[in-house]
């Protein structure tokens, strides 16, 4: 059943999201873009952030992610340029090169939230990385050779995995 040319009907809005409905269905609508870094260093290593996450009531696994022009002087910031900022601001890693990979719905029955997976190429290492004031970010360089038995043992000591790892993890073996 396709409904896209029916408008939704807001039932409450907040700063980031708006709770909807349309033709029936309940949803999430998203503000902002969402962007997703798939980041390796020269040393083989995927950058992966931990955080609390409160709608979860955990510390997560991640990959660098946020939203495009969310913020006071970042308004009208491209996906490319919002994945820069993002990379460098929770890693302490620039890259030299940025490249759009593809974007998809990260859960198509809630939301209209697309994730646009970038990947990050040249890492340059810059700073500590830990994200802004608002945020408490671990930084987290695993070595490809490691990584599926780290993020199980993560999982296995109560941390969330997002998924969207396995997703950038297959996405790299496609695009090698």
Do not use: N
């Amino acid at each position: 059943m396709t409904d896209g040319s029916r408008t939704a009907r807001i039932l409450y809005a907040g700063r980031y999201l708006e709770f909807a409905e349309r033709g029936g269905w309940e949803m999430v609508l998203r503000r902002h873009p969402v962007v997703a870094l798939m980041a390796w260093t020269p040393g083989d290593e995927m950058l992966l952030v931990e955080q609390y996450r409160i709608p979860v009531g955990k510390r997560t696994i991640e990959l660098p992610a946020g939203l495009v022009g969310d913020s006071a002087g970042h308004s009208r910031e491209s996906l490319l340029d919002a994945a820069a900022r993002e990379l460098e601001e929770e890693t302490g890693w620039r890259a030299g090169r940025l490249e759009f990979v593809m974007a998809c719905p990260s859960s198509a029955g809630l939301s209209d939230e697309t994730i646009t997976f970038v990947a990050a190429h040249d890492l340059v290492k810059t700073g500590p990385g830990g994200g802004d004031d608002s945020e408490d970010i671990r930084v987290h360089a695993i070595s490809s050779d490691t990584i599926d038995d780290w993020l199980a043992s993560r999982h296995e000591a109560g941390l969330g995995i997002d998924s969207k790892i396995y997703t950038a993890l297959y996405l790299r073996s496609r695009w090698r």
